[in-house]
């Protein structure tokens, strides 16, 4: 792998145009974070932590194929700068660039929990789980400064409701009171990512997130407390970490994982360029063979937008990855279910019966 050009402790090399802009807009820096993982320095771009006021937290996910009815993000962008990551094209909507722009200028949604409380209580809202965040990560570093997820916790645990959370840092062990006292009334559930067992692939791939150690022993943790966690391998890159699926799974079962789950990269709207343009620089040698087998996983495209194939591909080494996850699942997981989340405790604490202290 070839570092000597990269921007240190960032996964974007660059900015890309935002699609739905003319004009070229300016941020404050207000906050500025280095990168200490590994003795790398950071780049020296700030990150900026930019305060918004939503009239509205809970999103209502129309996407048959990505498992849930409702998502709350307590932030927009995110700083861990995984290359791949698909919501890095939301960035655009904020008149922001997926590329840099989106792992250094971070939406902080400060009125998250009150909008939540809010909405959960009204007679009309039915008890369904609502996933932490189905977009960006809520436990990325700005959440130790922020505490909103904590805090959106907290009104999940006082209206007895259920929840689900997906993250890559080992930062939600921090709040282990608290998912303890969800999973009692199996209110809870979590989706830890895991890209690889490697750490090496993982700081190319995902510069700012927690180790792999890390992310190990918060599956153990968690499910040593009852908290039922599922392993997203995800997503599965041809040539990149494609090879490792039958070891992850072993691993992750040994430690208490319940399931896992799965998604072949898709480089969709401008994630194509920031992502070629990524591996170029790190992984010359093998760059060429990887987009290409990308590619034969989406018709001989970098991005296949078609509900219900664009995150299980198609063509040889597609059937290949479903087939080493469907073995994984027969070896590893076979007498082990993912529960279903309590939804019948929540009417009878909307008027906040219930206190966490």
């Given at each position: 792998?070839?570092?000597?050009?990269?921007?240190?402790g960032?996964?974007?090399?660059?900015?890309?145009?935002?699609?739905?802009?003319q004009?070229?807009?300016?941020?404050?820096?207000?906050?500025?974070?280095?990168?200490?993982?590994e003795?790398?320095?950071?780049?020296?771009?700030?990150?900026t932590?930019i305060?918004?006021?939503?009239?509205?937290?809970?999103?209502?996910?129309t996407?048959?194929?990505?498992?849930?009815?409702?998502?709350?993000?307590?932030?927009?962008?995110c700083?861990?700068?995984?290359?791949?990551?698909?919501?890095?094209?939301?960035?655009?909507?904020?008149?922001f660039?997926?590329?840099?722009?989106?792992?250094?200028?971070?939406?902080?949604?400060k009125?998250?929990?009150?909008?939540?409380?809010?909405?959960?209580?009204?007679?009309?809202?039915?008890?369904?789980?609502?996933?932490?965040?189905?977009?960006?990560d809520?436990?990325?570093?700005?959440?130790?400064?922020?505490?909103?997820t904590?805090?959106?916790l907290?009104v999940?645990?006082?209206?007895?409701?259920?929840?689900?959370?997906?993250?890559?840092?080992?930062?939600?062990?921090?709040?282990l009171?608290i998912?303890?006292?969800?999973?009692?009334?199996?209110?809870?559930?979590?989706?830890i990512s895991?890209?690889?067992?490697?750490e090496?692939?993982?700081?190319v791939l995902e510069?700012?997130?927690?180790?792999?150690?890390k992310?190990l022993?918060t599956?153990?943790?968690?499910?040593e407390?009852?908290?039922?966690?599922?392993?997203?391998?995800?997503?599965i890159?041809?040539?990149?970490?494609?090879?490792?699926?039958?070891?992850l799974?072993?691993?992750v079962?040994?430690?208490?994982?319940?399931s896992?789950?799965?998604?072949i990269?898709?480089?969709?709207?401008?994630?194509?360029?920031?992502?070629?343009?990524?591996?170029?620089k790190?992984?010359?040698?093998?760059?060429?063979?990887?987009?290409?087998?990308?590619?034969?996983?989406?018709g001989?495209n970098?991005?296949?937008?078609?509900?219900?194939?664009?995150?299980?591909?198609?063509?040889?080494?597609?059937?290949?990855?479903?087939n080493?996850i469907k073995?994984?699942?027969?070896?590893?997981?076979?007498?082990?279910?993912?529960?279903?989340?309590?939804?019948?405790?929540?009417?009878?604490?909307?008027?906040?019966?219930?206190?966490?202290?």
């Open positions: 792998m070839n570092h000597s050009t990269n921007i240190k960032r996964g974007a090399q660059k900015n890309v145009h935002n699609r739905f802009l004009d070229v807009h300016e941020t404050r820096a207000d906050f500025l974070e280095y990168c200490h993982k003795g790398e320095l950071a780049d020296k771009n700030k990150t932590y305060q918004t006021f939503p009239k509205t937290i809970i999103n209502k996910v996407s048959p194929d990505v498992g849930m009815e409702f998502s709350l993000n307590p932030y927009q962008g700083e861990h700068g995984c290359i791949y990551c698909y919501a890095r094209n939301s960035h655009e909507f904020w008149g660039s997926a590329g840099l722009d989106f792992e250094r200028k971070i939406l902080v949604k009125n998250a929990a009150e909008l939540l409380e809010a909405k959960i209580k009204k007679k009309s809202w039915k008890a369904c789980p609502i996933v932490l965040s189905g977009n960006t809520c436990y990325q570093p700005a959440e130790k400064q922020f505490e909103i904590r805090n959106l907290k999940f645990l006082k209206y007895k409701h259920p929840v689900a959370i997906i993250t890559k840092n080992a930062l939600i062990l921090r709040d009171n998912l303890k006292a969800l999973a009692k009334d199996n209110l809870v559930s979590v989706n895991i890209t690889s067992l490697s090496e692939t993982r700081r510069p700012r997130t927690t180790t792999i150690k992310r022993e599956v153990q943790t968690l499910a407390n009852g908290i039922p966690v599922n392993v997203m391998l995800a997503p890159i041809p040539s990149i970490n494609s090879h490792e699926i039958l070891p799974a072993k691993k079962s040994e430690l208490g994982a319940t896992i789950a799965f998604t990269v898709r480089l969709n709207g401008a994630i194509g360029e920031i992502f070629s343009d990524w591996i170029h790190t992984m010359p040698d093998k760059a060429a063979k990887v987009l290409h087998q990308i590619e034969s996983c989406h001989g970098l991005n296949d937008s078609r509900y219900g194939h664009r995150m299980r591909g198609e063509g040889k080494i597609a059937e290949q990855i479903r080493l073995l994984a699942r027969l070896k590893y997981f076979k007498d082990k279910k993912m529960p279903r989340l309590n939804r019948t405790l929540h009417e009878k604490y909307k008027n906040g019966q219930y206190s966490l202290f």
